[in-house]
């Protein structure tokens, strides 16, 4: 039999559609906050939103008989008539949120438009108004909600522990925050403050105020400007990670969106530089010409479509590229622990003397937004100066190695480590990858040729391998019984680490690895360079600096290929501060 659901059923089906946890709660309320022009919202939480959500804005607030139609589905101040669609400029519209909410909770709500001398108090339930008053109380909108789902066991069965509900609300609240500078947002869950940024639209102080000054401290400037994108931002040192990708954001014209373009930018422009499993603190905001792009406004997620996906992919990674081989790029001296993962209450977005140097926040101070809240796209300003100055190899003076490992240098501002080691590492793993790719070989007749044994069917299938091995620099003919003589090894090698490499070439090819392949080769050689390291090796001065001659001609001269540094830096006034005489 087909029936006509009654009311309630249907209010809580849909209801399903648009609230599915405390966090959708929130980001409808504070969405309506900034739909109602408050530069001022507070979001309160207790036991993850799943007891208690409390959102207070100083926005314009609603007129007492118009309250009852705000819970009404479809119900809407935002749009009239179907033209209306076409040129949405607040964030929600549907007229659904409020009358959702109301369907799976108990939600109380306070309101006055500036205009009015008394305000209202409205307390709902199950889609029902229960009692309507007039009140005093502040000019704007405070909404309680509460026991969420109390009648719907099925769904708050479904929810996850309060720490991890607290947990989505945060990281949603952070990405909002973010993207709204010119709104003072402030969080509190379970009393205590969680963050409360300044409203006054500074990012870097954004930044300090939502994930702690700590994070602050090792964020990199990075900027790029090409073919009317503008790229401003900051990444982490690479002293600096995290074990999720919990803390990139990215935000395109103005909207923090999810990109995977924008991540993988990212990651490839720390090509090299991370340990596997570790990753970068990024806050990317990029503004590009709006007809190249495409911010889908899912009211769940944002994602966001590029014409050029790797054009825009390119020019991201080659920025952080470029701030990461400038002086602030350097490893820093810090143990690599990363940043809480729940950030933590910060006082005051304080920004240290030190780190003025680099003047990101002057720099950012210029990508400001204007003053009123515009929840629809803005541009960024594009008179930005980019600041990145390069390592320069030459200022650093050798003054010795420590446990045979370590060279020790100094410039004008700071105290350098080198791992000999890891140089190395990266030395040869370039001079391999060049002389893969370049049309002329630099190669050294040996006077006793080096023989190895392949596996019995390597002769056959010799047109698949042979040719790469010479592409290498190493030059090997069949000898008979499957075995080869190497007359020839790269220019740049000793036999030994030759016969090493050798030795991991033919495991490749026992391994049935299709050494054909580019990425194949690549990780040969990666193995190759880790097995040419030797241990303790006593450098004399002008080998040390050499080593430092070569490392400054490399692409990639701060890490090994595994992403271990080949320089650690320590500044002059991070040594006096631990000798506290600063
Ligand atoms: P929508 O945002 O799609 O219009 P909602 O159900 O979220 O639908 O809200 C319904 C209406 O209630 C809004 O159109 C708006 O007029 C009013 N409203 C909701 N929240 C607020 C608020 N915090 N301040 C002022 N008006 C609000
Ligand atoms: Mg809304």
Redesign the pocket.
Known sequence: MIRILDKNVADKIAAGEVIDRPVSIIK??V???I??G?DSITVEIRNGGKSYIR?T?N????AGE?IPA?FMRH????IEKVEDLDNIE??????????SICAVSRVEMV?RRAEDRKGTRVVAEESEVKDMRGTGCPE??T?TVRDLFFNLPARLKFLSSDASETRRITDMLSRMAMSYPDIRISFISGGKGVFTTSGKGNFLNNIVSIYGAETGKYLIPVTGDEDGMVLRGFVSNPSYTLSSRNRQIYCVNGRVVSSDVMRRGLEKGYRERLMQGRFPVAFLFLSVPGDTVDVNIHPAKKEVRFGDVFRVEDFISEAVARGLRGEEGVTRAVPETGPAEVPKLTAKPEIREEEKQVDIKQILSTVRHENTPQPVVREEPVEIPPVRKEFDFDSLEIRGTVFNTYIIAQNEDSFFMIDQHAAHERIFYEKMKNQYAASEKLSQQLLTPLSIVLPPDAAASEERWLPQLRKLGYGAEFFGDSTYLIREIPAFTEVEEAEDFLRDFVASLEDRIDVTDRKAIDRIIMRACKASVKGGDRLEPEEAVSLINQLKRCENPFSCPHGRPTFIRLRKYEIEKMFRRV
């Not at 119900?75 to 935002?78: E, F, L, N, Y």
């Not at 964030?91 to 409020?98: H, I, N, P, V």
């Open positions: 409808e309320l969405e309506n906050s739909d109602a408050a959102v804005d926005g314009c607030g609603i118009e705000a119900a809407t101040s935002k607040t964030l929600g519209f549907r007229g659904e949120a409020l009358a309101t704007g909108t909404i």
